[in-house]
């Protein structure tokens, strides 16, 4: 993710900073992974307008990600890397070999056409690729995500944001 400067036509934008979105492969989401995201335009359960001054504005979208990357030891290609209106990170599209697609939230650095892997056994320690905690060796920087006891996600939550195993 590139960041533009912009020319300082006037003092509000003389500190301005934008994205250029010169990582971005592809524009428009897939159609099978994305729903209505359901608004409520200030009404209650019982239909009474209770906050004023909502309401109408363009359907907004909400693209299905696989946080649990369960799909295991089938490998996939990066299609396209695509951006996401509800979060700041970036969105990887992946082709699975029997045809299925996904979106992941795109590790920095992933490129397309590069082939990821999730799996319960050891695999080669790549971007983009999925493993359990006790086969990453310490001092390597994992990619934000453990699981508990109650068979919970945790994830660090922003783009880039990860944790480096400290020990097994």
């Not at 995201?37 to 909502?54: E, L, S």
């Not at 690729?129 to 508990?148: E, F, H, L, V």
Request: a positive charge; hydrophobic letters at 30%; aromatic letters at 6%.
């Amino acid at each position: 993710m590139g960041i533009k400067k912009i020319k300082p036509i006037t003092p509000g934008l003389r500190q301005a900073t934008f994205d250029d979105f010169s990582d971005i492969t592809k524009t428009k989401p897939e159609k099978n992974l994305i729903v209505i995201k359901k608004r409520t335009g200030g009404r209650n359960a019982q239909g009474k307008i209770t906050v004023r001054h909502r309401g109408g504005g363009a359907k907004r979208y909400i693209r299905i990600i696989d946080f649990k990357r369960d799909k295991f030891d089938i490998p996939a290609k990066v299609a396209a890397i695509e951006y996401d209106p509800n979060r700041g990170a970036r969105l990887a599209l992946l082709h699975y070999i029997d045809g299925e697609k996904r979106y992941i939230i795109a590790p920095v650095g992933l490129r397309v056409g590069e082939k990821v892997l999730s799996s319960q056994k050891k695999i080669e320690i790549k971007r983009g690729n999925t493993m359990p905690i006790k086969y990453i060796p310490a001092g390597i920087r994992a990619g934000s995500r453990r699981q508990d006891r109650s068979r919970c996600w945790k994830f660090s939550t922003g783009n880039g944001c990860g944790r480096r195993i400290c020990a097994n």
